[in-house]
């Protein structure tokens, strides 16, 4: 749906300094599609070094002559394409352009003069006022968007959302959404309240309208504690929530699973709405109806079962994370993939585009992991038959080195870590095919995740304390899963779990 929609040319005009290039270049990254800068590409064919040169040699009436010429040739292409300061002026550049998708960049000349400072070379740089008062008037062309005080991430996830790439019902059981846009999809309830994490804050216009209060949240990791939940009953108290109401959550996934946790004990339980705004969370918090805060030392150790009544899967979000963080999302993707070879194979061919965050292949992939949790999650949805632990590849180690690292680590890379870590040791038991291990290892390699524990500084005492806390202990031991083969799972119970082992084969 989404790869339909932006086949259509995409033209990103404004005033010098607003961004265009900088924006253009990432938004044709995030679709996979070619980026060209009319400015530059009419200098290339002249073989003149920028604009200043240009004009010198030929003057503006041929400048403007030759961009009429390649902005008429590249209408309808399919690319992404910034366009010069004032080739919008031009009527017959107009009569193009009305037919195009067209975004324009804003900016306060205050903001531009700091961006550009003595000119860079621009022919016209002494004349700035005049022009912007000429050129970006109300009549100027184009969906505005303001890139004053925001990131580039911010800005390209804007220019995604003008798009109007359409949403879909990918999973009709769980009310999960995909879409760019689909964040702002309505709920039913009229007695609701919203939190929104800090991080996106600023996205407000992205969250569902009707909500009677909103509270601004810390999320992180941090945030996953008995206080937070104390602080969250209060609000949905004093914001009067009923259980005919609904809380609808915006971030990351220690957000949803805080949020979660405490709208399922309010009034015995309200209904959620999700919108999960970082991968991870898209792929794996928001999915399942699992919430829990971390209690003594480990991870999710109190919680509760509640299905969300609808999650919102809008990967125009995903250009305001850091590269880091996608990468711990894009972890999760990999370990569903184990759980089904024919998923495995095309991931492990698409891994360079997903890596380079290809929003298109993303979101087709997106789709298929989250289908493929669910039919686990249906399959156990209160995590006591056996079905739904195979979801945990990768997490009893991985939850362990999370919690005994000095170093900052993602949740995704730790998993990571714990998928290596198993993998290797079934496989050195004679449990696994030989070379699971390896090509496991490779797909994270390739991804650009950690593949051993090197930069994280382990403290042994913490990592084997915090393997006795782990969840899945019974009274016979502990319970892990590792792969046979891609695709092919094995639960085995350990009363003696090799923790040192485990380190080892990842140090």
Sequence with gaps: MVEKQVKKTIFIAGFMGTGKTTVGKEVARYLGRRFIDTDFLICQESNCENVEDFFSRFGKSIFRKK????????ADSGNVISLGGGSDQNPEIKNILISQHLVRLVAPMSEIEKRIKNGSGRPLWE??????????????????????????????????RTLNAGIEIINKQHNIILGWGSSNHSIDEDNSVGVIENDV??????????????????????????????????????????????????????????VGFAASIHLRGVPVHLIPTTL?????????????VNFGNAKNLVGNFQ???????????????????????????IKMSCLDEELFSA?????????????????????KVVNLKCEYVDADPYDIDNQR????????????????????????????????????????????????????????????????????????????EALQKDKKWTSQGLNVVYPKA??????????????????DLIS
């Design 389 to 464: 632990i195979f979801l945990n590849f990768g997490h009893t180690v991985g939850h362990a080195i999370e919690l005994s690292s000095s170093e900052k680590i993602r949740h995704g890379e730790a998993v990571g870590l714990g998928m290596v870590a198993m993998s290797k040791w079934s496989e050195m038991e004679g449990l696994s095919e030989t070379g699971t291990a390896g090509i496991i290892q490779d797909m994270l390699e390739r991804a650009g995740l950690p593949t051993n524990i090197e930069h994280f500084n382990i403290d042994k005492a913490s990592f084997f």
């Design 486 to 503: 891609i695709g092919d799972f094995e639960i085995s119970n350990l009363t003696n779990p090799p923790a040192e082992k485990w380190l």
């Design 347 to 367: 991931v492990y061919k698409d891994i360079k585009s997903l890596k380079n965050q290809n929003l298109i292949k993303l979101d087709s992939y997106i789709k």
């Design 307 to 333: 299905m969300p009544k609808s999650i919102r899967i809008d990967s125009s979000f995903l250009p305001t994370l850091k590269h880091e963080e996608y990468l711990s999302g894009l972890a999760e993707m």
């Design 67 to 74: 961009e009429f010429e390649i902005i008429s040739r590249l």
């Design 280 to 292: 991870l969370s898209m792929v794996d918090a928001s999915i399942g109806g699992k919430f829990a």
């Design 201 to 258: 804050s600023g996205y407000l216009f992205a969250f569902p309208k009707g909500c009677n209060e909103i509270l601004n949240f810390s999320g992180g990791e941090g945030s996953k504690t008995y206080k937070s939940i104390h602080g969250l009953l209060d609000f949905f108290n004093q914001a009067g929530l009923s259980r005919d109401g609904s809380v609808v959550v915006m971030g990351g996934g220690a957000i949803s699973d805080t």
């Design 127 to 160: 004349k700035r006022e005049e022009l912007y008062q000429k050129r970006e008037g109300e009549q100027s062309l184009g969906l505005k968007i303001n890139t004053g005080n925001k990131q580039i991430g911010e800005v390209v996830s804007l220019v995604l």
